[in-house]
C-alpha cells in the first residue's frame, strides 16, 4: 500500500502568488481531509470530503483558499492570493468513512514558505 | 467547543524510566480520544485509540472522564520512542478530528 501521496513536498513562492499543493488519498478511501499545522502546533482541520462532496468546510478561509475533489478521488487545494502567514505545513489525510472513530492515514505533507 | 491540552511541550527521560505524556480535553458529549505519532522524517500515525483499549509499543492510555484526562503511559521507554506525540479528539456525530499542540519525547539513552 503506498500511502497517501503528496506532492509537492516543499514550495517558495512570493506574496500574492498562487499556490496549489496535490493529494493522493489511499485506494477505497472515501472520506479526504486537509489539515493545516502551524510551527509548534497540531494539525487543525481545513475541510473534509465525502466522496466528492464537501461536508465540512467550515474551517475554510474561503477568500483564498478553495479545494476540489473531482471524481472523488484526488484533492486539490489552492490558495490564491497567498500571504506571508499562509507559511506552513498542509496536510492531506485519508479514511475509509468519516466515522469519528476511524483512523486518519495522513500523507507526508508539503511545506509551504511565503516569502 | 471541543479542545486538547498537551500541557509539556518537551518531555526527557533517562532510557528505562516511566514515561506518561499527559493530555487534557473539553467535550460536552461523549469523546472518542487518540494519541498520534511523529517519527523523525516521517508522516503522522495512529499510535492508540481508545474505542480499541489497545496497548502499542507498550504504551497504552485510559480514558478518565471524572479528569478529562486521557494520559499515555510505558513503563519502561526506549531510545526508539523518541518522537513528536499528538493527542486527539472526536466527537461522536461532529467528525472533526481536534489535536492537541503536541509534546516532544525525548528518551536519553
Known amino acids: 500500500e503506498a500511502g497517501v501521496v503528496q506532492s509537492p513536498r516543499y514550495k517558495i513562492i512570493e506574496k500574492k502568488q498562487p499556490v496549489a499543493f496535490w493529494c493522493n488519498p489511499i485506494s477505497g478511501h472515501n472520506t479526504l481531509y486537509w489539515y493545516l499545522q502551524n510551527l509548534g502546533q497540531g494539525p487543525e482541520l481545513l475541510i473534509r470530503y465525502e466522496n466528492e462532496e464537501a461536508v465540512d468546510d467550515s474551517q475554510l478561509p474561503k477568500d483564498r483558499f478553495s479545494a476540489e475533489r473531482l471524481k472523488g478521488v484526488d484533492s486539490t487545494l489552492k490558495i490564491q492570493p497567498a500571504e506571508l502567514g499562509d507559511s506552513a505545513v498542509y496536510l492531506c489525510?485519508?479514511?475509509?468513512?468519516?466515522?469519528?472513530?476511524?483512523?486518519?492515514?495522513f500523507g507526508p505533507g508539503t511545506r509551504l514558505t511565503v516569502l | 467547543a471541543q479542545r486538547v491540552t498537551q500541557p509539556e511541550k518537551l518531555l526527557s527521560v533517562f532510557k528505562g524510566a516511566p514515561v506518561e505524556l499527559k493530555c487534557n480535553y473539553s467535550?460536552?458529549?461523549?469523546?472518542?480520544l487518540f494519541w498520534y505519532v511523529q517519527y523523525s522524517r516521517q508522516r503522522l500515525q495512529l499510535l492508540l485509540r481508545?474505542?480499541s483499549r489497545e496497548s502499542i509499543k507498550g504504551f497504552t492510555a485510559d480514558l478518565n472522564k471524572g479528569e478529562t484526562s486521557f494520559h499515555l503511559k510505558k513503563p519502561f521507554a526506549q531510545e526508539e520512542d523518541s518522537a513528536m506525540y499528538y493527542c486527539a479528539l472526536s466527537g461522536a456525530g461532529s467528525y472533526q478530528l481536534t489535536f492537541g499542540k503536541g509534546t516532544k519525547l525525548s528518551v536519553i539513552p
Open positions: 481508545h474505542i
Open positions: 467535550y460536552s458529549g461523549s469523546p472518542e
Open positions: 489525510a485519508s479514511s475509509r468513512t468519516g466515522t469519528y472513530y476511524n483512523e486518519q492515514f
